[in-house]
Protein backbone atom coordinates (compact mmCIF):
# COMPACT_ATOMS: atom_id res chain seq x y z
CA UNK A 1 0.00 0.00 0.00
CA UNK A 2 1.56 2.77 -1.21
CA UNK A 3 1.95 6.19 0.88
CA UNK A 4 3.95 8.64 3.11
CA UNK A 5 4.26 8.01 6.63
CA UNK A 6 5.40 10.40 9.51
CA UNK A 7 6.21 9.30 12.89
CA UNK A 8 5.38 10.07 15.83
CA UNK A 9 1.98 11.19 15.27
CA UNK A 10 2.37 13.41 18.36
CA UNK A 11 5.61 14.07 20.11
CA UNK A 12 6.51 16.16 23.28
CA UNK A 13 10.04 18.04 24.23
CA UNK A 14 11.89 20.21 26.77
CA UNK A 15 12.93 23.07 25.59
CA UNK A 16 16.76 22.83 24.42
CA UNK A 17 16.36 19.75 23.25
CA UNK A 18 17.11 18.92 19.40
CA UNK A 19 14.14 16.57 17.75
CA UNK A 20 13.77 14.83 14.88
CA UNK A 21 10.75 14.06 12.54
CA UNK A 22 10.24 11.04 10.35
CA UNK A 23 8.84 11.05 6.87
CA UNK A 24 9.28 7.83 4.80
CA UNK A 25 7.68 7.34 1.52
CA UNK A 26 7.38 4.14 -0.58
CA UNK A 27 6.09 5.87 -3.86
CA UNK A 28 8.81 6.37 -5.62
CA UNK A 29 9.03 9.66 -5.46
CA UNK A 30 11.90 11.99 -6.24
CA UNK A 31 10.85 15.32 -4.35
CA UNK A 32 10.27 15.56 -1.09
CA UNK A 33 8.92 18.86 1.47
CA UNK A 34 8.49 19.49 4.55
CA UNK A 35 5.44 22.62 5.59
CA UNK A 36 5.12 23.79 9.26
CA UNK A 37 1.44 24.54 9.76
CA UNK A 38 0.47 27.25 12.64
CA UNK A 39 -3.23 28.06 13.22
CA UNK A 40 -4.17 30.62 10.68
CA UNK A 41 -1.10 30.91 8.20
CA UNK A 42 -1.32 27.65 5.88
CA UNK A 43 1.38 25.94 5.55
CA UNK A 44 4.70 27.82 5.13
CA UNK A 45 7.58 25.79 3.60
CA UNK A 46 10.34 24.76 5.51
CA UNK A 47 13.11 22.56 3.23
CA UNK A 48 12.99 20.68 0.18
CA UNK A 49 14.11 18.10 -1.95
CA UNK A 50 14.42 16.92 -5.70
CA UNK A 51 16.68 14.22 -5.83
CA UNK A 52 18.41 12.22 -2.97
CA UNK A 53 21.99 14.22 -1.71
CA UNK A 54 20.22 17.06 -2.94
CA UNK A 55 18.15 19.92 -0.73
CA UNK A 56 17.60 23.26 -0.52
CA UNK A 57 15.77 25.83 2.35
CA UNK A 58 12.62 26.93 1.97
CA UNK A 59 10.98 30.31 3.19
CA UNK A 60 11.23 29.27 7.04
CA UNK A 61 14.77 27.31 7.60
CA UNK A 62 16.24 28.49 10.43
CA UNK A 63 16.22 26.50 13.02
CA UNK A 64 15.64 23.51 11.33
CA UNK A 65 18.11 20.93 9.20
CA UNK A 66 17.30 18.02 7.23
CA UNK A 67 19.04 15.12 5.21
CA UNK A 68 18.65 13.15 1.95
CA UNK A 69 20.81 10.18 2.66
CA UNK A 70 18.01 7.48 0.57
CA UNK A 71 15.20 8.41 -1.90
CA UNK A 72 12.88 7.19 0.28
CA UNK A 73 13.59 9.07 3.29
CA UNK A 74 13.32 12.99 4.80
CA UNK A 75 13.79 13.32 8.44
CA UNK A 76 13.91 17.27 9.78
CA UNK A 77 15.28 17.69 12.91
CA UNK A 78 13.83 20.53 14.57
CA UNK A 79 17.33 21.97 16.79
CA UNK A 80 17.16 24.13 20.02
CA UNK A 81 18.33 27.24 17.72
CA UNK A 82 14.45 27.16 16.69
CA UNK A 83 13.00 29.75 18.76
CA UNK A 84 9.00 28.63 18.45
CA UNK A 85 8.77 25.18 17.35
CA UNK A 86 5.45 24.13 18.98
CA UNK A 87 3.57 23.45 15.27
CA UNK A 88 1.87 20.75 12.91
CA UNK A 89 4.72 19.38 10.66
CA UNK A 90 3.70 18.22 7.27
CA UNK A 91 5.98 16.09 4.72
CA UNK A 92 4.98 15.50 1.42
CA UNK A 93 6.21 14.09 -1.86
CA UNK A 94 5.49 14.32 -5.22
CA UNK A 95 7.23 13.80 -9.05
CA UNK A 96 9.02 17.02 -8.93
CA UNK A 97 8.27 19.70 -11.50
CA UNK A 98 4.72 20.83 -12.44
CA UNK A 99 3.22 17.73 -10.64
CA UNK A 100 1.36 17.55 -7.53
CA UNK A 101 2.25 16.54 -3.71
CA UNK A 102 0.97 14.21 -1.86
CA UNK A 103 0.88 14.49 1.91
CA UNK A 104 1.77 12.64 4.96
CA UNK A 105 -0.62 12.33 7.87
CA UNK A 106 1.69 14.75 10.10
CA UNK A 107 3.53 15.33 13.47
CA UNK A 108 2.12 17.55 15.90
CA UNK A 109 5.48 18.69 18.04
CA UNK A 110 4.82 20.46 21.99
CA UNK A 111 7.85 21.90 23.14
CA UNK A 112 7.63 23.06 26.39
CA UNK B 1 7.29 35.52 -6.33
CA UNK B 2 3.95 33.93 -6.47
CA UNK B 3 0.94 34.36 -3.62
CA UNK B 4 -2.53 32.78 -3.10
CA UNK B 5 -4.91 34.63 -1.64
CA UNK B 6 -8.19 32.92 0.35
CA UNK B 7 -10.27 35.91 1.49
CA UNK B 8 -12.76 34.05 3.34
CA UNK B 9 -11.23 32.72 6.69
CA UNK B 10 -14.59 30.97 7.52
CA UNK B 11 -17.40 30.03 5.95
CA UNK B 12 -20.35 28.25 7.14
CA UNK B 13 -22.67 26.60 4.98
CA UNK B 14 -26.36 24.74 5.70
CA UNK B 15 -26.18 20.99 4.44
CA UNK B 16 -27.30 20.60 0.90
CA UNK B 17 -26.66 23.98 -0.06
CA UNK B 18 -24.20 25.14 -2.91
CA UNK B 19 -20.69 25.96 -2.11
CA UNK B 20 -18.44 28.15 -3.43
CA UNK B 21 -15.08 28.91 -1.81
CA UNK B 22 -12.47 32.05 -3.77
CA UNK B 23 -8.61 31.80 -4.54
CA UNK B 24 -6.97 34.41 -6.35
CA UNK B 25 -3.47 34.14 -7.33
CA UNK B 26 -0.19 36.04 -8.40
CA UNK B 27 1.73 35.00 -11.28
CA UNK B 28 3.20 36.32 -14.16
CA UNK B 29 2.05 33.35 -16.67
CA UNK B 30 0.23 30.30 -16.74
CA UNK B 31 -0.17 28.98 -12.95
CA UNK B 32 0.04 25.30 -12.08
CA UNK B 33 -3.36 25.54 -9.58
CA UNK B 34 -4.23 23.01 -6.68
CA UNK B 35 -6.97 22.75 -4.29
CA UNK B 36 -6.71 19.92 -1.26
CA UNK B 37 -8.69 19.32 1.93
CA UNK B 38 -8.02 18.51 5.67
CA UNK B 39 -9.73 17.53 7.99
CA UNK B 40 -8.94 18.25 11.73
CA UNK B 41 -5.52 17.16 12.84
CA UNK B 42 -4.95 14.92 9.91
CA UNK B 43 -2.70 15.62 6.31
CA UNK B 44 -3.75 17.16 3.13
CA UNK B 45 -5.54 15.40 0.60
CA UNK B 46 -5.80 16.91 -3.60
CA UNK B 47 -9.35 17.79 -4.44
CA UNK B 48 -8.25 18.64 -7.88
CA UNK B 49 -5.56 20.69 -9.91
CA UNK B 50 -5.47 23.07 -13.11
CA UNK B 51 -2.76 22.93 -15.34
CA UNK B 52 -4.27 24.09 -19.03
CA UNK B 53 -6.67 23.34 -21.09
CA UNK B 54 -10.35 23.19 -20.51
CA UNK B 55 -10.91 25.71 -17.49
CA UNK B 56 -13.46 23.94 -15.48
CA UNK B 57 -11.54 21.44 -13.65
CA UNK B 58 -13.23 18.51 -12.01
CA UNK B 59 -12.48 16.65 -8.91
CA UNK B 60 -12.93 14.12 -6.42
CA UNK B 61 -15.98 14.12 -3.72
CA UNK B 62 -17.69 16.09 -6.38
CA UNK B 63 -16.09 19.08 -6.53
CA UNK B 64 -14.98 21.63 -9.31
CA UNK B 65 -12.75 24.32 -10.06
CA UNK B 66 -12.69 27.25 -12.62
CA UNK B 67 -9.73 29.18 -13.22
CA UNK B 68 -10.71 32.47 -14.89
CA UNK B 69 -7.50 34.13 -15.90
CA UNK B 70 -9.07 37.72 -16.38
CA UNK B 71 -9.73 37.47 -12.75
CA UNK B 72 -6.66 35.60 -11.14
CA UNK B 73 -9.35 33.12 -9.55
CA UNK B 74 -9.80 29.63 -9.36
CA UNK B 75 -12.52 28.99 -7.60
CA UNK B 76 -13.72 25.97 -5.69
CA UNK B 77 -17.25 24.97 -6.47
CA UNK B 78 -19.83 21.97 -4.91
CA UNK B 79 -23.28 22.09 -6.02
CA UNK B 80 -24.70 20.43 -2.87
CA UNK B 81 -22.85 20.73 0.45
CA UNK B 82 -22.70 17.12 2.71
CA UNK B 83 -21.79 17.32 6.92
CA UNK B 84 -18.76 15.35 5.34
CA UNK B 85 -17.43 18.60 3.36
CA UNK B 86 -16.80 19.98 7.02
CA UNK B 87 -12.79 20.75 6.74
CA UNK B 88 -10.29 23.38 6.18
CA UNK B 89 -9.78 23.92 2.54
CA UNK B 90 -6.29 25.27 0.98
CA UNK B 91 -5.70 26.47 -2.36
CA UNK B 92 -2.26 26.39 -3.77
CA UNK B 93 0.13 27.92 -6.85
CA UNK B 94 2.91 25.72 -7.81
CA UNK B 95 6.14 27.88 -7.02
CA UNK B 96 8.37 27.66 -11.17
CA UNK B 97 11.37 28.54 -9.23
CA UNK B 98 11.32 26.18 -6.59
CA UNK B 99 9.19 23.54 -7.84
CA UNK B 100 7.52 23.60 -4.28
CA UNK B 101 3.98 24.43 -3.40
CA UNK B 102 3.06 28.06 -2.15
CA UNK B 103 -0.70 27.95 -0.26
CA UNK B 104 -3.25 30.22 1.28
CA UNK B 105 -4.20 30.86 4.21
CA UNK B 106 -7.47 28.46 4.25
CA UNK B 107 -10.74 28.59 4.17
CA UNK B 108 -12.61 26.49 7.22
CA UNK B 109 -16.14 25.47 6.28
CA UNK B 110 -18.32 24.52 8.61
CA UNK B 111 -21.57 22.58 7.58
CA UNK B 112 -25.19 23.28 9.19
CA UNK B 113 -27.73 20.72 9.78
Known amino acids: DGGITQSPKYLFRKEGQNVTLSCEQN?????MYWYRQDPGQGLRLIYY???????QKGDIAEGYSVSREKKESFPLTVTSAQKNPTAFYLC???????????FGPGTRLTVT | AQSVTQPDIHITVSEGASLELRCNYS??????LFWYVQSPGQGLQLLLK??????LVQGIKGFEAEFKRSQSSFNLRKPSVHWSDAAEYFCAVRDTGRRALTFGSGTRLQVQP
Open chain 1, 49 to 55: SQIVNDF
Open chain 2, 50 to 55: YFSGDT
Open chain 1, 27 to 31: LNHDA
Open chain 2, 27 to 32: YGATPY
Open chain 1, 92 to 102: ASGRGGVYEQY
